[in-house]
C-alpha cells in the first residue's frame, strides 16, 4: 500500500493562478479530509468527505473547492491564488466505523507571490 | 466552537530528564489523537485514545485521557535526543456523520545533550 499521496511536493504560483492539489488513497477509506498548516500552526480543516460524491465544509473553505468523483481521489483547487493561501496542504483519509485515526500524505508546499 | 490548547508550546529539555505535554479541550470528546511531525514532514499518528481513562505506552512516550477533566497528556521518560519533533494533539468531538479533527498549536520539543 502506498497510503495517501499528494501530487506536486512543491508549487509556487503567482497571485491570481489556479491550481489543482492531488491526493489519492489506496486503503480504501471512505473519509478524506484537506488541512492547510500555516507556520508555526496547528491543521486546520479545508474540507472533508465522507464518500463519492459527498464533499462539505470545514473550518476555512473559503477560495478552495473540491470534488469527490471516486473513494480513491480527492483533489482541492485553488481558485484566483492570493499570498494569504501560502502554506502547506495536507490529504488525509480514515475508515469510518473504527477508530477514525487519521493517515497523512507527505504534504504540498504551496507559495502564491 | 471547540477549542484546543497544548502547553508549553516550546519544551527545551535535556536527555535524560521526563516531561509532560498537556492538551486541554473545550467541549466534550472521548476521541483523541496524538501525532508527531519533524520538520518539513508529514505527521506521524502516535496515540488514540477513545475512552476516558485511556492510557498508551509506546517507549518513552506513554499518553493519557480524563473526558471529564478534559485533558490529555503525553509523559516523555528519560528524553532522548531522537524525541526532538513537534507534537500535536487533536480531538474529534464525535458530533456530525465525519471525524473532523481539531488541532492544537502543537508543542516543539528540543532534547539536548
Known amino acids: 500500500n502506498a497510503g495517501v499521496t499528494q501530487t506536486p511536493k512543491f508549487r509556487i504560483l503567482k497571485i491570481g493562478q489556479s491550481m489543482t492539489l492531488q491526493c489519492t488513497q489506496d486503503?480504501?477509506?471512505?473519509?478524506m479530509y484537506w488541512y492547510r498548516q500555516d507556520p508555526g500552526m496547528g491543521l486546520k480543516l479545508i474540507y472533508y468527505?465522507?464518500?463519492?460524491?459527498?464533499?462539505d465544509k470545514g473550518e476555512v473553505p473559503n477560495g478552495y473547492n473540491v470534488s469527490r468523483s471516486t473513494t480513491e481521489d480527492f483533489p482541492l483547487r485553488l481558485e484566483l491564488a492570493a499570498p494569504s493561501q501560502t502554506s502547506v496542504y495536507f490529504c488525509?483519509?480514515?475508515?469510518?466505523?473504527?477508530?477514525?485515526?487519521?493517515?497523512f500524505g507527505p504534504g504540498t508546499r504551496l507559495t502564491v507571490t | 466552537e471547540l477549542k484546543v490548547e497544548q502547553n508549553p508550546l516550546f519544551l527545551s529539555m535535556q536527555e535524560g530528564k521526563n516531561y509532560t505535554i498537556y492538551c486541554n479541550y473545550s467541549?466534550?470528546?472521548?476521541?483523541l489523537y496524538w501525532y508527531r511531525q519533524d520538520p518539513g514532514k508529514s505527521l506521524e499518528s502516535l496515540f488514540v485514545?477513545?475512552?476516558?481513562?485511556a492510557v498508551k505506552q509506546e517507549g518513552r512516550l506513554m499518553a493519557s485521557l480524563d473526558t471529564k477533566a478534559r485533558l490529555s497528556t503525553l509523559h516523555i521518560t528519560a528524553a532522548v535526543h531522537d524525541l526532538s519533533a513537534t507534537y500535536f494533539c487533536?480531538?474529534?468531538?464525535?458530533?456530525?456523520?465525519?471525524?473532523?479533527?481539531?488541532f492544537g498549536t502543537g508543542t516543539r520539543l528540543q532534547v539536548t545533550l
Open positions: 487533536a480531538v474529534d468531538p464525535g458530533t456530525g456523520t465525519a471525524s473532523k479533527l481539531t
Open positions: 467541549t466534550t470528546s472521548d476521541r
Open positions: 468527505s465522507v464518500g463519492a460524491g459527498i464533499t
Open positions: 486503503m480504501n477509506h471512505n473519509y
Open positions: 485514545l477513545l475512552s476516558n481513562g
Open positions: 488525509a483519509s480514515t475508515l469510518a466505523g473504527g477508530s477514525y485515526e487519521q493517515y
